[in-house]
């Protein structure tokens, strides 16, 4: 009888005491920390703090041991006792200088993000270029003048200014659909690189959340909620380059923060003929928490921007004298453009393990571009110079609702989130003219309104027993295209529609706390420009992309993080944006597999070094032999730095790019010339100065940053020939940088 009793006592027990563990976490301020992991070394389950500092940690008992761990805190230990599982816990983390030691990994699809966030934080991005290059693997170079959107290349892409990686900030869209420029249009720079606080990135076609352009990966830039100190900063360098920024609290209280941050840029660049390059960005941010119930964050920005541009330069230009390497064929290149932003999240929590984020936005977008590719090639006497010019307005919500800890038995617990929303874009005016001098309209190619409807719903679960972890998830958009010829004599409107579905399956097998395998696949998807779409009676609207990962992330010891996937991605049809034409066209079925290595080592607390190196293997599929190159995709790409960061009053960065050569047509005949590029930055600081030294191409190297082959005609030629037209990259370019917090 005893017996009996005694086992029964102990069932009871562990019951009682198998529970969740649930509290908040804060910094020395008393303020709640997010995206904190609390991790359980004994069960091996975890969570994540939300943005109100609140856990729920299930089947948690006495004697466990809780691990703390944040970025820039020091990794905090919890032992369990019964107390703690009978009321909410608070945790005080402690901040300590940025250490990879400081990362626990988890089980999560993105879990390469986490570690790459080391690499933001302890070396912050200088330029709104800089921030795209973060990503392991992504190569971006500019051209035309320093206020058009970056080119990225990703995972052999090379994908024009976004066509198929969706960029976002804070969950609003940056990549715009049926653009006057190019499909997926990225254009970035109304960021302020002060106020990113990290980057959340993923490759591949494998998150539910994630729609259109998400087939190469995704990347979403999240902004500091609130500011530690006011900051003015100013730059000064080469080319009449001048930069300042300035941010500054408004508002501080235990619910209530506010601050505005702005930027100013002025550049010549180093070509021959001046940029006039100045942008100007403002923003202001207004964050409302009311701890373990809801967050309010409502973000307002505007950005304007123009520029003058030398353009892509022939090569044979060069070689004969005609030009230097920094000159132009046509200097009255370039454009101006604008976006207005309003912006609001909302989180609320309904109970310990149910959540409801909510987002809305509208952004006012102008962009107008000039262009001359090609010279005088179709005009011989006045030349072939394009205008493309839009006028935007886009508009779009999302609702998720979030379940976590769902215990379904056998020791399997179950999370979900679904999430409905939708995006519309109205486009009015989107041109494409002959022009002379940015002056003279010599003829209207094409002119219309897009409007254009993106509406979707998703399911994102997942299921995890012992080690293992299922994501399945699936996703249904539905698009509507609609373009209005306003060059045709008679109402000429056409519409199209369909719908994508697009499943996904990611498995996650945790070897240890140190060492996780994965499994992803899925398929995505990048939509067409709506002029195209009609024009071809609906045909190519929404090609599918399906991709598979196997990798693994491992920490051999604190200190060292290595990462490893195989992959490969099947297009059912790739795009190409056709410059002189204005248009994206089909060109078939393409099929990419490749190999990424990355590796992350803090030597000493004051000394982090990482390398990332990628290789690609991409061919066209409904090409012969040696006919099959897809033009400008990288092959081989790396990129790593040498981090110094609180030695003393120092610190700085040695950083290096490298891009091989590659194809630039389709026979490999025209070979894009690859480059490595060294960055340096030196930084002192002492008591709320900072004083800073940065050079771009330290090794002052002859590179090419974009390159086309491109058949032209010069003004002197009678026929035209078809070879490299390039942007030269900066050469050798050093500024300055005087920084005082307060």
């Known amino acids: 009888m005893n017996y009996y009793f005694t086992a029964f006592l102990m069932l009871f027990t562990t019951a009682i005491l198998a529970q969740s563990l649930e509290g908040t976490v804060t910094n020395s301020s008393d303020e ?47 032992i369990i006792t019964p107390d703690n599982l009978n009321k909410k816990i608070v945790t005080e983390m402690q901040e300590l200088s940025i250490s990879l030691e ?14 790459v966030a080391v690499d933001t934080q302890i070396n912050p991005v200088k330029s709104s270029q800089e921030i795209l290059r973060k990503v392991p693997g992504l190569i971006i170079g500019q051209h035309a003048g320093g206020g058009k959107a970056e080119q990225i290349f990703l995972r052999g892409f090379d994908v024009d200014h976004g066509t198929d990686v969706a960029i976002s900030v804070e969950g609003m869209p940056v ?56 900051l003015i900063s100013v730059e000064a360098g080469q080319f009449n380059t001048k930069r300042f920024v300035g941010m500054f609290k408004l508002l501080e209280s235990d619910t209530n923060t506010a601050y505005v941050a702005s930027e100013f840029s002025l550049s010549d660049g180093p070509f021959d003929s ?44 060069i070689d004969r004298g005609l030009i230097g390497r920094f000159g132009a064929i046509d200097d009255t290149e370039g454009g101006k453009t604008s976006r207005s932003n309003l912006l609001f999240n909302h989180k609320k929590r309904m109970d310990d393990n149910s959540v409801v984020k909510s987002k809305a936005f509208i952004s006012q977008y102008n962009f107008e571009l000039y262009s001359n590719f090609t010279f005088f090639l179709e005009d011989p006497v006045n030349g072939d110079q394009i205008r493309q010019k839009e006028n935007r307005v886009l508009v779009g919500a999302e609702s998720v609702f ?78 509507k295209f609609d373009y209005l010829n306003k060059l045709s004599e008679t109402y000429d409107n056409q519409s199209e529609s369909k719908f994508a579905f697009s499943p996904k399956l990611n498995t996650i097998y945790s070897v240890n706390g140190n060492w996780k395998l994965f499994l992803k696949s899925g398929i995505g998807f990048h ?51 056709v410059g002189d034409a204005g248009i994206v066209e089909p060109s078939g079925k393409t099929n990419r597999l490749g190999l990424e290595l990355g590796a992350r080592y803090q030597a000493w607390d004051w000394l982090y ?5 990628n290789y690609t293997y991409a061919r066209s599929l409904e090409q012969p032999d040696g006919q099959d190159f897809i033009p400008l995709a990288p092959d081989l790409t790396s990129s790593g730095g040498i981090i110094v960061n609180g030695l003393g009053n120092y610190s700085g960065g040695l950083t290096y790019r490298f891009v091989s050569d590659r194809p630039a047509n389709e026979d490999n005949s025209i070979v894009a010339e690859g480059y490595f590029v060294t960055d340096l930055n030196i930084n002192y600081n002492r008591k709320n100065w900072s004083f800073g030294i940065i050079v771009e191409n330290l090794l002052n190297t002859e590179w090419n940053e974009t390159q086309f082959a491109t058949e032209s005609r010069l003004s002197n030629e009678s026929i035209s020939s078809e070879e490299i037209h390039f942007t030269p990259g900066i050469p050798f370019y050093i500024r300055g940088k005087l920084s005082v917090t307060f």
């Open 32 to 78: 709640p920390l997010e995206y904190v992991a609390v991790f359980n070394k004994v069960t091996g389950k975890y969570c994540r703090t939300d943005a109100t500092g609140s856990f729920s940690l299930p089947k948690t008992s006495a004697e466990d041991s809780i691990y703390f761990s944040s970025l820039g805190y020091k990794t905090k230990l919890l």
């Open 102 to 115: 400081q990362i626990i990994l988890v089980s999560e699809v993105n879990a390469l993000s986490q570690l």
């Open 175 to 230: 990549n715009m659909v049926s653009h006057a420029h190019g499909q997926g249009y990225a254009d970035l720079h109304f960021v302020i690189p002060e106020t990113i606080k990290n980057l959340d990135f993923g490759k591949g076609p494998y998150y539910s959340d994630k729609g259109n352009f998400n087939t190469a990966g995704y990347i979403d830039l999240q902004l500091k909620k609130s500011l530690n100190k006011n």
């Open 274 to 317: 001046p940029q006039n390059f100045n942008r100007i960005n403002m923003m202001g941010r207004y964050h409302y928490n009311l701890r373990g119930n809801q967050e309010l964050t409502v973000t307002t920005s505007h950005f304007q921007s123009k520029w003058d541009a030398s353009g892509q330069v022939p090569q044979r230009a």
């Open 402 to 479: 979030e379940k976590k800890n769902i215990d379904l038995g056998n020791d399997i617990e179950f999370d979900y989130a679904s999430g409905i929303g939708f995006r519309y874009d109205d486009v009015d005016d989107v041109e494409l003219s002959s022009t002379l001098n940015r002056k003279t309209t010599l003829d209207q190619i094409s002119l219309g309104d897009v409007d254009e409807v993106n509406a979707y719903a998703f399911l994102n679960t997942q299921l995890k027993k012992g080690k293992w972890t299922l994501n399945p998830a699936l996703r249904l958009d539905y698009f």
């Open 527 to 577: 939509s067409n420009d709506a002029r195209v779409v009609v024009a071809n009676k609906g045909k190519s609207i929404l090609p599918a992309a399906y991709g598979v990962d196997l990798g693994t992330i491992i920490k051999p010891t604190d200190k060292l993080a290595l990462n490893a996937s195989l992959w490969s991605l099947f297009l059912e049809q790739e795009f190409v944006y």
């Open 609 to 613: 070094l990482y390398s990332d190196i």
